[in-house]
């Protein structure tokens, strides 16, 4: 009875572990496509602002407005990547943060 017990227990230990590790996998590239998804809001929030400063559109009120929405979306996005990529440290926030 008890050799049943053990061998059903180790069975569901092997089960979760696999579980785990397969969760830790799909947070992981999560984490990395997410990566990608903040390079690329930054990467436009700085196009709009070139685009912005020059000369032949130097003070659109459509530009600006479009410049100070996509560097509030990017702060956003800052502050969720602090709060949930694991690969991101505080020291990279207070830097972008500066």
Known sequence: MIEI???VSIVI?????WYIVQLLRRFLN???ELEGLFVSLEEYSQHVDIVYNLER???DTTLENLLRHSQNLSERA???RA???VN???EEYDEENE
């Open 13 to 17: 230990i092997i089960m979760l572990v």
């Open 88 to 90: 991101y440290t505080e």
């Open 30 to 32: 999560i984490s990395e």
């Open 78 to 80: 800052k502050n969720f």
């Open 57 to 59: 559109f130097y003070g």
């Open 5 to 7: 017990l053990l061998a």
């Open 83 to 85: 709060t949930y990529d």
